[in-house]
Nanobody, 123 residues
Framework: QVQLEDSGGGLVQPGGSLRLSCVAS????????MGWFRQAPGKEREFVAS???????THYADSVKGRFTISRDNEKNMYLQMNSLRLEDTAVYYC?????????????????WGQGTQVTVSS
């Protein structure tokens, strides 16, 4: 059983930056991929970024490529550096993890979820 706690959200102006964090606890995360999804009001939850267990492979949604960077410094800590934030980045961001060798973009493929952290981009 893996528990995830995500944090770091807040209010930021367009063009600003935020860094989200995700800390895992419970069972070992050996071979677990981790990732971020987001859900805006009235919309479905969508894939943002993911990273494999070793950190050697990452995958990004086209909408955030070049602006967001996903990283992990050990098997239990993961981050999402968000730069050049836009109004459309406003959403609740969820940390996720699952024991798998691939980096799927469908939320059904991920088993463990954080409680979510609100990111609001507004002038």
């Amino acid at each position: 059983q893996v528990q995830l706690e995500d944090s770091g959200g807040g209010l930021v102006q367009p063009g600003g930056s935020l860094r989200l964090s995700c800390v895992a606890s419970g069972d070992s995360l050996y071979s677990y991929a981790m990732g971020w999804f987001r859900q805006a009001p009235g919309k479905e939850r969508e894939f943002v970024a993911s990273i494999n267990w070793s950190g050697s492979s990452t995958h990004y949604a086209d909408s955030v490529k070049g602006r967001f960077t996903i990283s992990r410094d050990n098997e239990k800590n993961m981050y999402l550096q968000m730069n050049s934030l836009r109004l459309e980045d406003t959403a609740v961001y969820y940390c996720t993890a699952d024991r798998q060798p691939t980096l799927p973009t469908h939320q059904q493929s991920w088993g463990s979820w954080g409680q979510g952290t609100q990111v609001t981009v507004s002038s």
